[in-house]
């Protein structure tokens, strides 16, 4: 499967689940908990890559993001 980067960067919400993770004063360990609780199999290295915009991002799990963090899913999408 191809892979496209947006301006070198693998996805536009990294740094918005960085900052309502923060809010919510989550760790990423907490974080990638609670999306495994919620069938998304992550890890806190996988939430870090995210953040920092290296992993993509599928649609499946910005629902979750958005469910998990209790934030609309175009939120996370606004820059």
Same mark, same amino acid.
């Given at each position: 499967?191809?892979?496209y980067d947006y301006n070198g960067k693998?996805?536009?919400v990294g740094e918005k689940i960085y900052?309502?993770?923060k809010q919510q004063k989550l760790s990423q360990e907490e974080l990638a908990a609670k999306m495994q609780l919620n069938n998304i199999? #992550? =890890?806190q290295k996988? #939430? =870090?890559r995210i953040e920092k915009r290296e992993r993509f991002v599928t649609d499946y799990e910005l629902l979750v993001f958005s469910?998990?963090?209790d934030v609309n899913?175009?939120?996370l999408l606004e820059p």
């Open positions: 499967m191809k892979i693998a996805n536009i900052e309502f993770r199999e #992550i =890890s996988g #939430i =870090s469910k998990v963090l899913i175009y939120e």
